[in-house]
Structure formats: C-alpha cells, structure tokens
C-alpha cells in the first residue's frame, strides 16, 4: 500500500507508473467518486506526453489522446451499468496503447485476463491510500518495480 500525501505525490506515482508500462498496458482505477482516479489519469496522460486537457469522459465513455509515443485510451465506465451491448472495447484492448479504464466493474465480462488494478482510497481532502493488485505475470513486474522505486525514494 502506498501513500500520497498531496498532488506532487500523485504525480509522482503516475511517473514511476508510466515510466514502467509496456504498450498495451491495462489499468484499472477503482475508488469512491471525488478519491483521485481521473486525477491520476491526468498525470498519467501529463507523463505520456499528452498536451491536451484529460478530463473525465463520463457522457463519451471513451477518450482517446495523442502522447509523445504512444496513445492513451481513457474509459469511464460508470454509465454502462447493466448494459449488454458490444461497443467495440476490444479494438482499443488490441491498439498500442495505454489503457486506463474508470469504473471497470461495469464491464468486467468484456476485460482481458491480465491487467493492473489500482484502487485509491480517500483517508482525509489529500491523503490517499493507493493499493495495486496485479493481474498476470507481466503486470506482476510492474507493481513489483513501482513498489521497488517509490519505496526506494
């Protein structure tokens, strides 16, 4: 479990993260309303080099963004609560991209075996507690090696 204290922590966090993923890299965000997830996905596009404003794409479900190198794919979705139909989330599973999914539970039926979680849990206005679970040998290796150089610094 890790710790963030304020915003500069948060950013931190997104840049180790980044900084360790693989194209294709899947995260869920997992966590109240208001307890940091978009806010994550913003730094997260920030280290990616995204020059656009990353805000949540609650009525569009999906947006996509143009980094430096690669592609980040954001998806909230929190609207897709007993939905059945089939919107194509396999095309951006597929894509060289980053994937960060919001309210995943949502689709879990539609998601790949392997992935990385990431739930944040609100403890006071700027304290966050972060817990990662990995999901698959390659995500095993990330959250190995963002645990390794945050508890490192």
């Not at 009525?59 to 194509?88: A, P, T, V, W």
């Not at 309210?103 to 739930?119: A, C, G, Q, R, V």
Request: proline share 1%; aromatic share 8%; glycine share 6%.
């Amino acid at each position: 479990m890790l710790t963030i204290n304020n915003l500069e922590d948060m950013k931190k966090f997104a840049n180790v993260l980044v900084k360790n993923l693989n194209v294709g890299s899947l995260i869920l965000l997992n966590g109240d309303l208001g307890a940091g997830k978009t806010t994550l996905t913003q730094f997260i596009g920030k280290s990616l080099g995204v020059k656009r404003t990353i805000n949540s794409p609650t009525f569009n479900i999906i947006k996509s963004y143009r980094g430096s190198e690669l592609k980040l794919h954001h998806m909230d979705c929190y609207r897709l609560e007993d939905q059945e139909d089939d919107l194509g989330f396999d095309e951006y599973f597929e894509d060289k991209a980053i994937i960060v999914i919001e309210w995943s539970e949502f689709i879990k039926d539609l998601l790949p075996n392997d992935y990385l979680s990431i739930t944040i849990n609100v403890k006071d206005e700027n304290k966050r507690l972060i817990t990662i679970d990995a999901h698959g040998d390659e995500y095993k290796k990330i959250k190995g090696a963002v645990l390794h150089e945050l508890s490192s610094n």
